[in-house]
């Protein structure tokens, strides 16, 4: 018998507006789940439990009262621990805000809440979201939902092990160099990168840069799109919302849930195992030939190509440091104990950079973004993989080498999913069975400018093709052995970085 938290959102949903499903039983359940496995892989770093049942139990009543009910009526969501969520801990991973409670909601939380959403608590995340292994001195690491010794990816790895775990149905995340992305493939959900300024934040430091979005993290397309029809808004606070009104296929939750319905045989595929540069581990490479192979016959052509990318690696190196200096200088400069590594390293890195490397930085994002729009004229849709390696024992805070190749910076590894960050062109991670280590596979799907509806609606077809193929569909966790598994808390370096 499938447990209320192991349910769909949308069949949750529903099943709430029949009075079918109690918000209060469903909470329970989730909340029965963390119980049971978060020791194992330390995805939920903050919860206010009888605030969720108080919540819980407002819903259910609306519901027995009749009601008009919100998309996300009763659903427990959780939140990335970079996002102020009220009456909960943000401690965005460091010692500096250990102790801090958030006196609001960000505008984003307020749009959860306004839909019904119950927050049921934060997901962990590395410290201020700086890297790809969710790790960090305050709340520890967190492990893989497949293997709790391997990474979970992030910077939203929280969040991605949450969802893989039925913690929740639904959970946040954001992405600056795959952060949506990276933790959805290395565990087997979906991660969303919208187009920049679909889902609004009043908080951002730069305003006006694409690079880092917020977005949904779910089990599968459907519910990720549910979920961002609730996220999408407009907030003249964010100077990027504006888009919202550029083109048709933005703005409007209607166009996003549920999601489009689309004949792949009239697309033309376009696919690429490394954008031509970047290191991309062989067992990886394995894994996405042959779900290319499975995928080409449902379009009209399939085409091994890729916009061209040289220059990205620089350009996302020079860039992501603008924002770091924004935003983390000065507590390099005035509390360097409290600061780790990755932070210390940026912000060096970040020092280094000249105005001419800033104006150069910014040609070649300009290059790439127009050459991608070359690329889209002649194809409709590029697959790659999502991430570049086989997850990895979470101790080792990042790749320095793949398969023998040194890595540039500590976020090299992420280049499959910064080289279209830079662009703004939306993407998505999508579970797909998998790799020859016995690990999660994620195939990212990159579509046109402002194409959000039309990549989730081509995901949610490559989904629907495979769904319970035993080699290509959504992979799921062991719950069993995660019940029975010591803490990662007793695990060397849970709280250090070795």
């Known amino acids: 018998m499938t447990e209320p938290c192991d349910l769909s959102a949308l069949e949750a949903r529903r099943l709430i507006g029949r009075k079918a499903l109690s918000p209060v039983e469903l909470l329970e359940s989730c909340l029965q789940r963390i119980d049971a496995v978060n020791p194992a892989v330390n995805a939920m770093v903050a919860q206010d439990d009888e605030a969720a049942r108080s919540a819980a139990r407002a ?36 010692p500096i805000f250990a102790d801090y409670v958030a006196p609001e909601d960000c505008g984003m939380v307020a749009r959860i809440r306004a839909a019904g959403g119950v927050i049921i608590g934060k997901t962990n995340t590395p410290e201020f979201g700086l890297g790809a292994n969710t790790r960090n001195r305050v709340c520890g690491a967190t492990g893989n939902a497949f293997d709790n010794t391997r990474s979970a990816a992030g910077s939203s790895g929280g969040s991605a092990v949450a969802l893989a775990t039925g913690m929740a149905p639904l959970c946040s995340g954001s992405d600056t160099g795959g952060s949506l992305r990276n933790p959805a493939a290395f565990n087997g959900i979906v991660g969303y990168r919208p187009s920049p300024g679909l889902v609004t934040n009043e908080r951002r430091p730069h305003g006006w840069s694409p690079l880092p979005v917020l ?38 939750p209607a166009l996003f849930s549920p999601p489009r319905s689309l004949d792949l045989s009239t697309l033309k595929l376009a696919f690429s195992e490394d954008f031509g540069q970047a290191p991309t581990e062989h067992v990886v490479r394995e894994a996405f030939r042959a779900r290319v ?10 085409e091994a190509t890729h916009p061209d990318c040289r220059g990205g690696d620089e350009a996302f190196e020079v860039l992501r440091a603008q924002g770091v200096l924004t935003a983390h200088a000065e507590k390099a400069r005035t509390r360097p ?15 280094r950079y000249s105005l001419a490397d800033s104006a150069r930085a910014a040609e070649l994002q300009t290059r790439i973004y127009r050459d991608f729009q070359r690329f889209f004229a002649e194809h409709d849709v590029l697959i790659t993989p999502a991430i570049t390696i086989s997850p990895r024992n979470w101790r080792e805070l990042y ?76 992979p799921l966790p062991d719950l069993a052995a995660l ?10 370096e849970f709280r250090s970085f070795g």
């Open 59 to 94: 819903a259910e009543a609306a519901v027995m009262r009749g009601e008009a009910l919100g998309a996300l009526h009763g659903l427990p969501v959780g939140i990335k621990d970079l996002y102020d969520a009220r009456g909960l801990k943000t401690t965005h991973g460091s």
């Open 215 to 252: 977005g949904p993290m779910a089990r599968d397309v459907g519910d990720t799109c549910l979920f961002l029809s609730v996220m999408a808004s407009d907030d003249a606070r964010d100077p990027l919302a504006y888009t919202l009104h550029a083109r048709p296929v933005r703005g409007e």
């Open 293 to 302: 192979a499975a995928i080409a016959p449902f379009f009209s052509r399939a």
């Open 337 to 351: 104990q409290d600061c780790g590594p990755n932070l210390i390293a940026n912000v060096e890195e970040g020092m």
């Open 399 to 474: 790749p320095k080498e793949i398969d023998g190749q040194p890595t540039r910076t500590y976020f090299h590894w992420l280049a499959m999913a910064y080289y279209v960050t830079l662009t703004g062109h939306p993407a998505i991670s999508l579970p797909m069975g998998t790799d020859a280590k016995g690990m999660p596979f994620g195939l990212q799907i990159v579509g046109p400018r402002g194409g959000d509806a039309f990549v989730l609606g081509v995901a949610a077809a490559i989904e629907a093709a495979f769904r319970g193929d035993a080699s290509f569909g959504r």
């Open 483 to 492: 019940r029975k598994a010591p803490p990662i808390s007793g695990m060397p």
